[in-house]
């Protein structure tokens, strides 16, 4: 969903009989030059969404983006991200390709293991350079969130239950952020404003 000048949501998710739901959401900045673009919206089914497999049994789902060849169903994204699903088999270790105009993190959701050379600040503690350490590496488990430094690939050693994680990438927009509630922009004159338009009744205009 891109909101743009014309959308105001609410979520009421339900959840299991035991009001547990399992879901992730993602939300990118726009750019100043298109704050107030026309909205979108975009539903995609789970079988809309590719998935390779590689040699070693590392499995991929593409969400957004293009990922060893596959095209991920959402487009349209003023960030350009690269969305996907990883999941690493038991003990594997593998390196994943990330352009270096990029920023990435990854968001552990199932299993674990140790990424290397991630970035301050950390959720978790990774390794040092060297896979060779003789130390106690720490491991990244469910719920953990690391962010990467500029590189051209993210590399991680799967636990003994394998790992399952998010790995998102884009582009910085390199804008200040002004920022309350709903609403996102880059000043606080301008995020005034928006409010006082919203009070109004005249934010939305699409």
């Known amino acids: 969903m891109t909101a743009g000048s014309g959308i105001i949501h609410q979520e009421m998710p339900k959840g299991d009989p035991a009001g547990r739901m399992h879901g992730f959401q993602l939300w990118a900045n726009l750019p100043a030059s298109l704050k107030m673009t026309a909205p ?9 969404i590719p998935q390779v497999t ?32 990883v999941s690493v088999p038991a003990g594997k270790r593998k390196a994943l390709p990330v352009d270096t ?9 199932a299993g674990s293991g140790k990424f290397c050379n991630a970035s301050d600040p950390l959720a978790v ?3 040092p350079v060297s896979w060779a350490d003789t130390r106690p590496p720490a491991e990244a488990d ?3 969130l690391i962010l990467f430094d500029r590189g051209d690939e993210v ?9 399952r994680f998010l790995l998102v990438s884009g582009r910085p927009l390199e804008e200040p952020v002004a ?24 934010f939305l205009r699409r």
């Open 142 to 144: 469910n719920r953990a």
């Open 54 to 85: 590689d040699d070693d049994g590392t499995h991929v789902r593409v969400v957004c983006g293009n990922f060893w060849g596959a095209t991920g169903p959402v487009d349209g994204i003023a960030a350009d991200p690269i969305y996907l699903d």
């Open 40 to 48: 979108r919206y975009q539903e995609v089914k789970s079988p809309d």
């Open 125 to 127: 503690p990774t390794e």
């Open 179 to 202: 920022w309350y509630g709903p609403i996102v922009m880059n000043t606080q004159q301008q995020l005034q404003q928006a409010f006082e338009e919203l009070e109004r009744g005249t």
């Open 101 to 109: 105009t990029r920023h990435a993190f990854a968001y552990v959701f």
């Open 155 to 163: 590399m991680v050693q799967a636990g003994d239950d394998g790992i």
